[in-house]
């Protein structure tokens, strides 16, 4: 999808929520965790609120609408003791992904404990590689398709924010010390998803839901693409996560490269 204008029947205004916070940017153990995979500094989260109903089919303009909203350029610009964005020149078009998210629990990740990957104790296999001379079978899963495991995580599981969110930390930063063990990966995962997306509960049928949408993006200004990065890297991303109820939106992103990294 590719948005050029904001829909004349319906537009949004944006708020930075200062005080909201997110538990993966203070707990330490997580911090820890993304210094080590050349993260930390470079990995961000930022909430805000909007003031009209949201529905997926508004989704382009919804986020034409946030990259040209004075007051998300402002906070992306003067960010303290996070990533700063400049967006030194007016957006002009975004692209936008919608991500499957409908996932309340770990359970996608079980076939990869039973499929030769990993160890019983939960260590990755180490593999052959032609280009990386430290690789393992679970980077090769997530990364190449003619891996023998890569479809062990069907095409539709893929596509979930919640498998997304797992591989972006698998892969890591520029100088990512990757783990010996999953379990890593797998428990900051669950942290992380837990801080970015919203659930309700059914009255009636007791049942728990997403109620999120989840958008990938980007965005474009004359001269191309200028964020989340200006160069096509798959660990550099952004993420708007939406709650429609509370008509907040969290902007999510990560740009690949070397940086401060600091505790």
Not at 24 to 30: E, L, N
Not at 235 to 245: E, N, R, S
Request: proline content about 5%; hydrophobic content about 35%.
């Amino acid at each position: 999808m590719a948005g050029e204008g904001c829909a004349f029947e319906q537009t949004f205004s944006f708020t930075p929520l200062p005080a909201k916070t997110f538990s993966f940017q203070q707990d330490k153990d997580t911090l820890n965790l993304l210094m080590k995979w050349s993260m930390l500094g470079r990995i961000s989260a930022q909430a805000y609120s909007f003031d009209s109903n949201f529905h997926p089919y508004s989704c382009e303009t919804f986020a034409l609408c946030f990259f040209k909203d004075p007051k998300v350029i402002h906070s992306l610009r003067n960010m303290e003791d996070k990533l700063r964005v400049p967006l030194e020149k007016p957006v002009v078009s975004v692209s936008v992904e919608l991500v499957p998210c409908t996932k309340i629990s770990m359970e996608l990740f079980d076939p990869i404990f039973s499929c030769g990957i990993l160890r019983p104790s939960g260590d990755v296999v180490k593999c052959f590689h032609d280009v990386y001379p430290d690789f393992d079978e679970l980077r090769q899963m997530l990364q190449e398709e003619d891996s023998e495991h890569y479809y062990v995580v069907g095409k539709t599981e893929r596509k979930e924010f919640l498998f997304c969110l797992f591989k972006h930390l698998c892969l890591g930063g520029e100088l990512c010390q990757y783990e010996d063990n999953i379990d890593p990966y797998i428990s900051t995962t669950k942290k992380l998803y837990k801080d970015l997306i919203s659930v309700q509960k059914d009255t009636d049928t007791r049942k728990i839901s997403v109620v999120s949408t989840v958008l990938k993006v980007s965005a474009y200004d004359e001269s191309g693409i200028c964020f989340p990065g200006t160069q096509d890297e798959e660990q550099t991303f952004a993420y708007l996560i939406v709650d429609p109820v509370k008509r907040n939106v969290t902007l999510f992103y990560h740009i690949f490269g070397m940086g401060k990294f600091t505790l």
